[in-house]
């Protein structure tokens, strides 16, 4: 620049090369570009079946084009309708309000009032669903008092199915732990009367080959205390011989001669009693609710 501020012819010389060289380059950028985006539609075109000009589209196309257009038109005329419910609902309104402030489009307004509807309607889900809860825990009784002392309308509706959704598997893990115990004290009935029987039926069998001098109820009293003294016989002389005590293998020979005979008595009392099938099963029997004197049950 010269010395009163103006620009030599070197200096301009230099600004022209200079702005030429940048607009050339911005030029070819531009030229890179707009070939890549031709590309792009070419590939887009021939993947979508249809010509550059953009027609000529496959039926499924066409078909999904003309299905979201028919539910875009739906749903635009029934945003008037779902408006008036948010005013008539009023406690959506203000949330609807604050969103469409904030919408620059008649397409963002009409997105806030499809959203809402929607919120409308997932609530009233949700208040059928409360309602059908407090209807089952009302019907139970049992959980109605903690039902009604732990709900909290002000939390909300999901708060409120939430407390309803505990209290109702509380009640259902009540009566799984009550019929856990009903099938627990079942089979403790089962195991005892298991016992019962092991013990008596030995007891019932010697009573059938006594005499019937007496009554059932004494013959049952004897022979079951001699079957429990031979058990108990036979315990003390087992643990005898497992610890090799000499004093008592005497009455161990003697406890077992004692069975035997025993045995041999039994057979004698089955036959002069006229026991029948006591040596082996009648025919055509099966099953049969009373003790059977069978040589297996003796024995």
């Known amino acids: ?10 200096d301009i010389s230099r600004l022209t090369g200079v702005t030429q060289h940048r607009f050339l ?10 070939a890549t985006i031709e590309t792009l539609f070419k590939e887009q075109a021939l993947a979508t079946g249809s010509s550059r000009k953009g ?36 406690y959506r309104l203000q949330p609807m309000l604050y969103q469409i402030r904030s919408a620059r489009t008649l397409t963002c307004v009409k997105f806030v009032i499809k959203t809402q509807v929607f919120h409308i ?14 209807l089952i825990i009302t019907a139970t009784v049992i959980k ?3 039902y009604l002392s732990g709900l909290r309308p ?34 403790f009935v089962l195991i005892f009367r298991g016992v019962l029987s092991a013990v008596l039926t030995p007891g019932a069998i010697l009573a059938a080959a006594l005499p019937p001098v007496v009554g059932d109820v004494c013959r049952l009293t004897l022979s079951t205390g ?14 005898a011989v497992e610890e090799s005590k000499e ?40 099953y049969s609710p009373r003790i059977r004197c069978t040589l297996p049950n003796l024995l």
């Open 154 to 187: 002000a939390l909300g509706l999901r708060a409120m199915r939430k407390w309803g959704i505990i209290m109702l598997s509380e009640f259902f893990l009540g009566i799984l732990e009550v019929v856990s115990l009903v099938f627990a004290w079942k089979t």
């Open 55 to 90: 027609s000529c589209k496959k039926r499924t196309e066409v078909a999904s084009i003309i299905r979201d257009q028919v539910v875009r038109g739906v749903t635009d005329v029934l945003a008037m309708p779902g408006f008036l419910i948010l005013l008539l609902t009023v």
């Open 247 to 286: 004093s008592l293998k005497l009455l161990s020979r003697l406890t077992l001669v004692g069975e035997l005979a025993l045995l041999a008595l039994c057979a004698l009392g089955f036959s002069w009693n006229g026991v029948s099938g006591w040596d082996k099963r009648a025919a055509g029997e099966w």
């Open 144 to 146: 109605l008092p903690s």
């Open 226 to 239: 001699v079957w429990l003294v031979l058990v108990g016989t036979s315990l003390i002389c087992g643990l």
């Open 1 to 10: 620049a010269n010395s009163n501020g103006s620009l030599s012819e070197e």
């Open 121 to 134: 309607l997932f609530d009233v889900l949700l208040l059928l669903q409360v309602v059908l809860l407090s």
């Open 25 to 34: 380059q911005v030029q070819h950028a531009c030229r890179e570009r707009l």
